[in-house]
């Protein structure tokens, strides 16, 4: 096929430079290879982007971000060319993706301590998915907030709470909520400080307007085992089971059904008579009611020798957990032996931990302000202290000013998924990035991203709403403790200004 040649402007005549388009994506793909196209190196992405619109002869245009050598383009080709020392003699090869819509906040919900913690119940989350879409319709999504304050909160997307987890003395958390997630459109489940795990009942009147209705929360399972506090959970509802990281340095793999629980360690159980006594004389109407039953942990697995800070279950097979740590390590797990797979030690403490299903890699978010990209494809199994350590460090994500605390994926449906990911800094941002983008690293002081690894940069910068406009330090700045990531509702993050923050887009 003969090369094609197409400028801004056909009166003046500039320089080109032949390129060669494609994609990944099938329903984007040109009908009709149009082979080599000589393109002026004045041309930016949206030049670009009209030039792909013609071809594929759409009737609405697709805005398009384009890829050359990994790199998103962000200039005229010209100035690509000249910063990467291409010659405008060379062929390039220009992916092109549809572009990423820059996620802007909608609203917020304040609350009266640090949160810590956010999920969403979506038709789309996993825990509706999991039960068959439990018939949620847009608008009548729900947010699950845990809270500094010891507290468990449902709101509406009217910005109203519409149930709140009962105190101490009623049976609830006698600490800081560290984590909190939806099993199901009925069921929640919360870990603390205060070193337990509670599951809860969830319970909205069928009867009344499901934009406006109150619901309640009542404790149903209290699971002891740990040590010291609960900052994690992952959970699996197909396999009614949960995984917890603890700072005790284990990894506790729990039932969500009592019938298939072992009894709570005695030892670790408060006193059955100085807690229903408490729950008397602070709130007499619950004299008649039995406390939740107590159950312990199907196992506590051990290996790690400093805090483990997150936890997750391997995407096609929940027979496999992975586990980060503050003792700069990633763990894969397997589940029914106990046996710790792999270990993959990493430059700094580990804070953060979330798969990328569609990719094949681990993010893992760390002090050390980055986000390391793991190929536990490439792992082996090892012996009972994890002799096993194959796993490839992929790429490492830098952008953040703080220590990188929580991470989420971009969920399935979404113009991001599978490459998307959003992480939460202690830097008072948010940063969406496409793990596509990969450029050449250069050797660094914390030694993430030396020896000339593949680094990436995020696409996107999400600031705290009391944080723009501010040029405070980056360490005065409002932490981000928590973020998750939705198709029907955004992204959803939560941190030390007491809000929980929306931002739709991506």
Known sequence: MATQTVTENAVQPSIQVPIRLRTRHKDIELAQDPGVIRVSTSF??????????????????????????????????????????????????????????????????????????????????????????????????????????????????????????????????????????????????????????????????????????????????ELYGHRASVDALAIHAPTQHILSASQDTTIGLWSTTKTNAPPAPATLLPSASTAHNKRRKTNPSSSSSSPPPQRGPLALLTGHTARATAVAFAPHDPALAHSASADHSLRTWDLPTQRCLATTPLPAPLLSLAPLPGVGLLAAGSTARSISLVDNRAGSAGGEGGGGSANLVAMTLRGHAGAVACLAPAPEGTVAYPWGLVSGGFDGTCRVWDVRSVRTGVSTEDGVGAGGGAVGESVFVLEREGEKGTRRPAAERTKVFGVCWDRDVGIVSAGEDRRVQINRGG
Not at 89 to 110: F, G, H, K, W
Not at 122 to 128: E, G, L, M, N, V
């Open 44 to 221: 930016r992405r949206y030049a670009l982007s009209s030039l792909v619109n013609s071809l594929l002869e759409s009737e609405k245009p697709i805005p398009f971000e384009f890829l050359i050598n990994g790199q998103f383009l962000r200039t005229s080709l010209d100035e690509f060319l000249t910063a990467n020392g291409i010659s405008a003699e060379e062929q390039l090869t220009v992916e092109y993706i549809r572009a990423i819509v820059p996620p802007s906040q909608t609203t917020s919900y304040e609350h009266d301590d640090w949160v810590s913690s956010v999920d969403v119940l979506s038709a789309t989350s996993p825990a509706s998915k999991w039960a068959g879409g439990d018939g949620i319709h847009t608008g009548h999504e729900r947010l699950l907030s845990g809270s500094y304050d010891n507290l468990l909160r449902v709101w509406n997307m009217s910005n109203e709470v519409i149930a709140t987890s009962p105190s101490a003395s009623a049976g609830g958390h006698s600490n800081d909520i560290k984590a909190a997630r939806f099993l199901s459109s009925t069921r929640l489940v919360t870990s603390s400080l205060d070193r337990t795990i509670r599951i809860w009942k969830y319970h909205e009147d069928p009867s009344s307007d499901l934009s406006t209705s109150k619901a309640s929360i009542t404790p149903a399972l």
